[in-house]
């Protein structure tokens, strides 16, 4: 048990659906993260809160919008989707914004049709 | 940033030899280096860090190698178990934040008994 959770574990969707992911984190940390893991690619930073304000946003397409309500929880609201879009999307928290020792969560494996 | 390599996608081993991932990065400007494991339907777990002003760090049967001068990092883990078995991926980070973390593609362990 990592301390992040996310939901669901698997969604398919399509192009013109709108749906959301969401992340809790039970470890009191101040920094939550978006990361996307495409198959045999590199994880890609996509977005970056520090105390519900959003510090980082990496040229992340609008079909994609963030929201921190607080400090435990993330979501990630999706609409009109592309296929190329289906990967899997990995929360992590860590106690402040740093490049050290990140907390994830299992991930929402994501498939758009 | 700068891509961060794997020199091999999978690296089968026997159980109870000693496996070494081998990593290589192009930065010369990073300073923090950072290992992850992640199993089949699980999130990146951390494993082990190092900082460029080191050579060696040792961890609960893991210890990472770091050779700036060949920019080449390397995790050995000593008696591989089948719970060893995952991906993993090192990490390279040059300036603090989050992003500026790149991560590699990841080697994949099998254990073999």
């Known amino acids: 048990e990592t301390g992040v959770t996310q939901t669901p574990r698997h969604l398919v969707m399509g192009m013109t659906n709108k749906k959301s992911l969401k992340c809790e984190q039970h470890l009191g940390h101040n920094a939550m993260y978006w990361y996307k893991q495409s198959a045999k690619k590199p994880l890609e930073l996509m977005f970056v809160y520090s105390l519900e304000e959003r510090v980082e946003n990496n040229s992340v397409p609008s079909r994609f919008s963030p929201e921190c309500p607080n400090s435990s929880h993330l979501f990630l609201h999706l609409h009109t989707l592309q296929p190329e879009d289906s990967a899997l999307y990995l929360c992590?928290?860590?106690?402040?914004?740093?490049?050290?020792?990140?907390?994830f969560g299992s991930g929402t494996q994501l498939s758009v049709l | 940033g700068e891509s961060v390599g794997l020199h091999l996608p999978t690296l089968s081993v026997q159980e109870g030899d000693n496996s070494i991932i081998n990593c290589a990065y192009s930065n010369s400007a990073s300073d923090y280096f950072i290992w992850y494991k992640q199993e089949s339907g699980k999130g990146p777990q951390f494993i082990i860090d190092i900082r460029s002003n080191m050579d060696k760090r040792q961890g609960q049967r893991v210890t990472v190698l770091l050779n700036k001068t060949v920019k080449h990092l390397s995790l050995q883990i000593a008696a591989t178990q089948p719970g060893d078995s995952a991906v993993y991926f090192c990490a390279e980070g040059s300036g603090g934040g989050a992003d500026g973390l790149t991560f590699g593609k990841g080697t994949h362990l099998i254990i073999q008994p």
């Open positions: 992590a928290s860590s106690p402040r914004v740093s490049r050290e020792k990140l907390f």
